[in-house]
T-cell receptor, first 113, second 110 residues
Framework: EPEVTQTPSHQVTQMGQEVILRCVPI?????FYWYRQILGQKVEFLVS????????KSEIFDDQFSVERPDGSNFTLKIRSTKLEDSAMYFC???????????FGPGTRLTVT | GQSLEQPSEVTAVEGAIVQINCTYQ??????LSWYQQHDGGAPTFLSY????GLEETGRFSSFLSRSDSYGYLLLQELQMKDSASYFC???????????FGTGTRLQVTL
C-alpha cells in the first residue's frame, strides 16, 4: 500500500539553526500538508500546498517557515532560525483532493536545544 | 475561533463498547473525521461524516448531528490494540486543512 515517508525520523538542532524536514507524499496525490504536534497536545495545521503554491497557512506559519516542492516527489518544510518552542513532531500529509482522507507520514521529531 | 472539545481520557474493558464525543464550534464546516494515533505514531484515518447520521465501518461507527454541532465515535468489541488517542477533526472541503480536536486517550483494560 502506498505511504507517505518522512526523513529524518529525529532531528536535533541548536536554537537559531536552519532545519529542513523532508517528505515524499503518495505519488498520485495533489494536495500536501504540514502539521505539527507538541508532545501531549493536539495536532495543529501549519500549511497546505497545491499546484506549486501555498493554498492556506496558519498563524503558526510565520516568516521563519517556508515550503517547497523542489522536484516531482519531494515536499520540504524549512524553518530558518529555530526556536525552543519549535520542538515538536512534524507530520507531512497528502490527499487526492477527491476524497476527504488525509494520509499522514510517520513524522519527524524536531528537538531544538 | 475554532474549537473542538473531547473528553481527555476514557477507560473501558476488553470486549466492551465505548463512545467518544466531540463537540465543535468552527467558522466553516463540511465534514467530521476521526483519526487514531498510537503513541509515537502518525494519525490514521478511521471514519468520516458529511451528513447527519451513523456511518459504520467494521467495529467502528461514527455519528454526526450538524444541528447540534456534535459527533461521536463508537468502538465496539474493544481490543487491547485499540488503546490509543482518538481525535475528531473538522474540514471545510475535501482538500482543506483539518482542524483537530483536543484528543481522547482510550485505555483498554483486561
Amino acid at each position: 500500500e502506498p505511504e507517505v515517508t518522512q526523513t529524518p525520523s529525529h532531528q536535533v538542532t541548536q536554537m537559531g539553526q536552519e532545519v529542513i524536514l523532508r517528505c515524499v507524499p503518495i505519488s498520485n496525490h495533489l494536495y500536501f500538508y504540514w502539521y505539527r504536534q507538541i508532545l501531549g497536545q493536539k495536532v495543529e495545521f501549519l500549511v497546505s500546498f497545491y499546484n506549486n503554491e501555498i493554498s492556506e497557512k496558519s498563524e503558526i506559519f510565520d516568516d521563519q517557515f517556508s515550503v517547497e516542492r523542489p522536484d516531482g516527489s519531494n515536499f520540504t518544510l524549512k524553518i530558518r532560525s529555530t526556536k525552543l518552542e519549535d520542538s515538536a513532531m512534524y507530520f507531512c500529509a497528502s490527499s487526492t483532493g477527491v476524497y476527504y482522507e488525509q494520509y499522514f507520514g510517520p513524522g519527524t521529531r524536531l528537538t531544538v536545544t | 475561533g475554532q474549537s473542538l472539545e473531547q473528553p481527555s481520557e476514557v477507560t473501558a474493558v476488553e470486549g466492551a463498547i465505548v463512545q467518544i464525543n466531540c463537540t465543535y464550534q468552527t467558522s466553516g464546516f463540511y465534514g467530521l473525521s476521526w483519526y487514531q494515533q498510537h503513541d509515537g505514531g502518525a494519525p490514521t484515518f478511521l471514519s468520516y461524516n458529511a451528513l447527519d447520521g451513523l456511518e459504520e465501518t467494521g467495529r467502528f461507527s461514527s455519528f454526526l448531528s450538524r444541528s447540534d454541532s456534535y459527533g461521536y465515535l463508537l468502538l465496539q468489541e474493544l481490543q487491547m490494540k485499540d488503546s490509543a488517542s482518538y481525535f475528531c477533526a473538522v474540514d471545510t472541503g475535501t482538500a482543506s486543512k483539518l482542524t483537530f480536536g483536543t484528543g481522547t486517550r482510550l485505555q483498554v483494560t483486561l
